[in-house]
C-alpha cells in the first residue's frame, strides 16, 4: 500500500482492514470531507512540486487552504504552511531558492509571504490594505510585480447639509455613473481600478507603475510577465476613452519599470491577452482572436517579436480554445490548455505550428458540477497539472512530452472515497433529432448498478451556455446517483470543446434546437433498457436553468422540474445583469428595444402557457449574473397558472450558489425533496441531519 497523503490518514487506514468491506455511499455531508489540489508549480530544476491543497471546514462552511509540497517520484509529501488559512499562488524564486506566496487571514486581508526552502523561515513581506494578486517575479529575482485595485477618489455631488450632534440619520445614498457598476459575487463596485506594482523581492514599499481609469491589466486574461532584462512588464489592457463599451477588445502594452512608459504593442479589433515573454526575451506568445461579434469565438495561440511585429497564430489549425500559454524553457515552443470533447488537455506547439498532446485529465477543481477547469506548470521538461475523472477531485499529477505516462503524485481523499461506493460513468452518443448531428452525453450510474432494473433519471444540463460537462468528478451528481438516480448530462449544439461551427449553432437562436439534442440524449439513455420512462426529472443552472425552463415549455415528459438561476426573460434580464455591455452587443442582434420580438421568442417566459411540470425555481438571493427578480417573474407566472411551484432563494449567495460546502448541499437537498414529492427516490434521512 502506497500511502501519499496525510501519514495520520494512511496509519488510520492500515490499522481499520474492516472498513474496506463496509463501503457506503457519498452522503452530503462528505462533500465537507473532500480535498482537492489546484495550481500545482513546479520548482525550477523539475524535482518537487508545490500545490494549493483545498478542504472544507465543517464549523466556519468555507473552503480553507494550505500549501504542501511533493517530490516528482510522490515522496516527501507535507506540508508548508498549516492553519485556518488560505494560501494560495505559490511562486517559485529563479533560482528555486524562495517560494513566494499569498496569505489571507480569517478577516480577508491578504499579504504576501516569502519562504526559504533550506531553512524553512518565512517572512510577512508586506502589509497592504487591499488583497494582491498575479504575482510575478522577475527574471533576475530582485523583484515581484503584482496587480492591485486601486480606488477612485470621488465625491458624491449630492450634498447633505450637516445633521445635528448625536442625530441617526439613515445612510446616505450611493450615487452611481459608471457603466459597470456592479459584479456578480463581488456586489456593487467600489469606483477604482487594478494597476500593476512592483516589490524589492527582500520586503519593501510596493511601488505603483501604471496608471489611469481602465484595469491594467484587463479584467478579462490579466496575466503580466517579465521581460528577460527585469526591465519592463508587459500586459493587456483596453487604454481607450471607450473601453467600457468595449469589454472584449484589448490590447497588449509594455510599461517601463523605472520611467512608467507605456508602449502599444499590438492594433487589431479583439482580445489580445495573457502576454508571455519568451525566456530569451525576443519573442511573445499570448492569447486572441479577430472579433466576429459572434457567441463563440475560438481563441488561438499568437506568437510575435517582442516588439510587437511579425505576428502570427501558432494553432490556427486546431479548431478548439487554448488558455494559459506557458514556454518551454528552452523557447521551442510553448504549452497550452484546451477542451477537445468535453477532455480537458495540455498541448505542447512548435514554433512551427506542429502540436502534440501532451496530458490529458485535466481538470477537477470545479467540485460541485463536471465542468473544464484545471492548471499546470512547466519546468526541466515535465509538465504538473491538476488531474480529475469521475471518481475523484483534483490531484496532482507529472507529464512529460513524447511520453504516454501520467505519474500520480498525490492521493488527497483516499481516506474518504476509498470506502465509498460512488456511481460509474459510461459515455453516450446520439444524433440530434433536429438534423441527425452527433452529440456526446454520460451516464452516471448508482451505486450498485443492476441492470436488469428501471431506474428513475435525471437529466442535468450545464450552463454557459458556451461551456461544456465531462468525465470528470462532481459532487453534485454523485449526491443524485447515491440517491438512487441515473443521471443524464450532455454537451448539447453551443457547447465549446466541439469546435466553433458547432459552438455559434446557437447564434442568435439559444434557446433553440439544443432542445432537441437533449431529448435525443434522453431517448438515448431510455433505450439502455434500465431507465423508467415514466420517472423523468430535469434540472441545471443558469444556462441550464434556462433549458430547464425551456424544456417544461415544450414537453410534458418530465414528472418534475427545478431551474436554477435561470433566465426566464431577456428582456428584462439584458438590462439587469452585471455584465449587459457585454450580451448586448454578443448575445443578440441588438439592443431589447430594437428587436422585442426576438427577444421574447427565445424567453421561456414566452412558453409559460404551456407548463404543468411541477417546476421549483432556485437562485441566490446576491445573484448580479441572473438576478432573483428572473425566478420571481417565472414562479409568479407558473402560480398564476396554478401549476405546482416553489422558490427557493438562498442567502447571501451570489451566482456561484455552491461556492460555500453547505450551499452545495442545500441545493442538491431542494432538488431530490422537489423531486421525491412527484414520485421520485423517497429521501433517506440519517442521524446528525445527513439525507
Given amino acids: 500500500m502506497i500511502c501519499r497523503g496525510s501519514r495520520i490518514v494512511c496509519l488510520l487506514a492500515a490499522a481499520a482492514p474492516a472498513l474496506v468491506g463496509a463501503a457506503e455511499r457519498f452522503e452530503p455531508m462528505d462533500v465537507f470531507e473532500l480535498e482537492n489540489a489546484s495550481d500545482p508549480q513546479l520548482s525550477p530544476d523539475g524535482r518537487q512540486v508545490v500545490y494549493v491543497r483545498a478542504w472544507r471546514d465543517v464549523m466556519a462552511d468555507r473552503t480553507q487552504s494550505n500549501l504542501w509540497i511533493v517530490g516528482v517520484d510522490g515522496g516527501r509529501h507535507r506540508a508548508l504552511t498549516t492553519g485556518k488559512r488560505n494560501d494560495s499562488s505559490p511562486r517559485w524564486s529563479p533560482d528555486g531558492a524562495r517560494l513566494l506566496y499569498i496569505s489571507r487571514d480569517a478577516d480577508g486581508k491578504a499579504q504576501f509571504y516569502l519562504r526559504w526552502m533550506d531553512t524553512g523561515e518565512t517572512a510577512q513581506l508586506t502589509h497592504l490594505t487591499r488583497s494582491p494578486s498575479q504575482p510575478v517575479w522577475s527574471p533576475d529575482g530582485k523583484w515581484i510585480a503584482f496587480t492591485m485595485f486601486v480606488p477612485e477618489k470621488k465625491k ?8 445635528p450632534e448625536g442625530a441617526k440619520w439613515a445612510k446616505p445614498p450611493k450615487y452611481i455613473d459608471r457603466l459597470l457598476y456592479r459584479s456578480d459575487g463581488a456586489g456593487y463596485r467600489e469606483q477604482g481600478s487594478r494597476q500593476i506594482f512592483v516589490l524589492p523581492a527582500e520586503g519593501g514599499t510596493p511601488r505603483q507603475i501604471t496608471q489611469g481609469p481602465y484595469p491594467n491589466p484587463a479584467r478579462r486574461g490579466g496575466r503580466i510577465s517579465w521581460t528577460a532584462d527585469s526591465r519592463a512588464i508587459v500586459f493587456s489592457a483596453n487604454r481607450e ?71 502570427r497564430a501558432l494553432t490556427a489549425g486546431l479548431d478548439r480554445s487554448v488558455s494559459r500559454p506557458v514556454w518551454a524553457e528552452d523557447g521551442s515552443g510553448v504549452y ?12 505542447f506547439v512548435t514554433l512551427d505550428g506542429k502540436i502534440e498532446t501532451v496530458a490529458s485529465g485535466v481538470g477537477g477543481t470545479s467540485l460541485g458540477r463536471p465542468y473544464s477547469s484545471g492548471s499546470f506548470s512547466a519546468a526541466a521538461g515535465k509538465v ?46 446520439c444524433r440530434s433529432g433536429y438534423d441527425r448531428r452527433l452529440i456526446q452525453a454520460w451516464i452516471l450510474k448508482p451505486p450498485d448498478f443492476d441492470p436488469s432494473k428501471k431506474y428513475p433519471l435525471i437529466l442535468e444540463i450545464h450552463g454557459g451556455p458556451v461551456a461544456n460537462y465531462g468525465p470528470r468528478f462532481s459532487a453534485e451528481m454523485q449526491i443524485y446517483a447515491a440517491a438512487g438516480y441515473v443521471v443524464l448530462y450532455a454537451n448539447p449544439r453551443g457547447s465549446n470543446s466541439y469546435g466553433e461551427e458547432f459552438g455559434n449553432l446557437i447564434q442568435n437562436n439559444y434557446p433553440g434546437e439544443d432542445y432537441d439534442d437533449l431529448m435525443a440524449a434522453v431517448d438515448a439513455a431510455v433505450a439502455k433498457g434500465f431507465v423508467d420512462p415514466e420517472r423523468l426529472y430535469v434540472t441545471g443552472g443558469s444556462g441550464g436553468g434556462v433549458l430547464t425552463a425551456w424544456i417544461v415549455g415544450k414537453t410534458d415528459r418530465f414528472r418534475a422540474a427545478v431551474s436554477a438561476k435561470p433566465v426566464i426573460n431577456w428582456y428584462s434580464w439584458v438590462l439587469t445583469a452585471d455584465h449587459y455591455v457585454y450580451f448586448a452587443r454578443y448575445w443578440f442582434p441588438g439592443p431589447p428595444w430594437e428587436h422585442m420580438e426576438h427577444y421574447m421568442k427565445r424567453s421561456p417566459i414566452s412558453l409559460v402557457g404551456n407548463v404543468k411540470t411541477p417546476t421549483m425555481v432556485l437562485t441566490g438571493e446576491q445573484d448580479y449574473r441572473t438576478p432573483i427578480s428572473e425566478s420571481e417573474q417565472y414562479y409568479q407566472a407558473l402560480k398564476l397558472r396554478k401549476v405546482p411551484a416553489a422558490l427557493v432563494r438562498v442567502p447571501g449567495a451570489s451566482h456561484n450558489i455552491a461556492a460555500r460546502p453547505s450551499r ?10 422537489w423531486f421525491a414529492r412527484w414520485g421520485g427516490v423517497k429521501v433517506r434521512r440519517q442521524a446528525g441531519g445527513r439525507l
Fill in 156 to 163: 458624491s455631488p449630492i450634498r447633505m447639509p450637516d445633521k
Fill in 241 to 311: 476613452k471607450d473601453w467600457e463599451y468595449e469589454p472584449l477588445d484589448t490590447e497588449i502594452y509594455r510599461v517601463e519599470i523605472e520611467t512608467g512608459k507605456v508602449t502599444r504593442l499590438t492594433s487589431r479589433k479583439g482580445p489580445d491577452t495573457n502576454p508571455v515573454v519568451s525566456p530569451d526575451g525576443e519573442k511573445i506568445a499570448y492569447l486572441g482572436f479577430d472579433d466576429k461579434r459572434q457567441w463563440y469565438q475560438v481563441t488561438q495561440l499568437y506568437v510575435m517579436s517582442a516588439d510587437g511585429s511579425s505576428p
Fill in 336 to 347: 497550452f490548455r484546451y477542451d477537445d470533447r468535453g477532455v480537458t488537455k495540455i498541448g
Fill in 384 to 429: 504538473a497539472f491538476t488531474w480529475t475523472d469521475p471518481q475523484r477531485p483534483a490531484e496532482v499529477a507529472l507529464a512529460e512530452r513524447g511520453s504516454s505516462r501520467r505519474r500520480l503524485l498525490t492521493d488527497l481523499n483516499a481516506d474518504l472515497l476509498a470506502h465509498k461506493k460512488l456511481g460509474a460513468v459510461e459515455e453516450l452518443e
Fill in 664 to 673: 452545495l448541499i442545500a441545493k442538491t437537498a431542494a432538488v431530490l425533496e
